[in-house]
């Protein structure tokens, strides 16, 4: 079974930024996956924000986060990272981690091709 942990999140103004992290623990050895970060406003429904692949070569992002936005991993360290920067107040929500063992293609978006979940982590995004 594996457990991800968020953490980084926090309270920045506008045009601040932040690194959120995932530490990954509990997976099978040698095992990759394909990576994503997903954020919940209160109110609203989980969305998609980035993705990354198994092996870090390739990245998607949501339109609205491209250009501030950055994911990344470090499989030495079963970290994955989302570097956000120039941050908006519409920013703010609780950021989750999300594994898929199966290895699909960055670009598939939904909640449902993740098997593993995060507990989140805040980011409130306000002067």
């Known amino acids: 079974q594996v457990q991800l942990v968020e953490s980084g999140g926090g309270l920045v103004q506008p045009g601040g930024s932040l690194r959120l992290s995932c530490s990954a623990s509990?997976?099978?050895?040698?095992?990759?996956?394909?990576m994503a970060w997903f954020r919940q406003a209160p109110g609203k429904e989980r969305e998609f924000v980035a993705a990354i692949n198994w092996s870090g070569t390739s990245t998607f992002l949501t339109t609205s986060v491209r250009g501030r936005f950055f994911i990344s991993r470090d499989d030495a360290r079963n970290t994955v990272y989302l570097q956000m920067n120039s941050l908006k107040p519409e920013d703010t929500a609780v950021y989750y981690c999300?594994?898929?063992?199966?290895?699909?293609?960055?670009?598939?978006?939904?909640?449902?091709?993740?098997?593993?979940w995060g507990q989140g982590t805040r980011v409130t995004v306000s002067s």
């Open positions: 999300a594994a898929d063992p199966r290895l699909r293609a960055v670009l598939e978006t939904s909640t449902t091709t993740f098997d593993y």
């Open positions: 509990g997976g099978p050895s040698g095992d990759s996956y394909r």
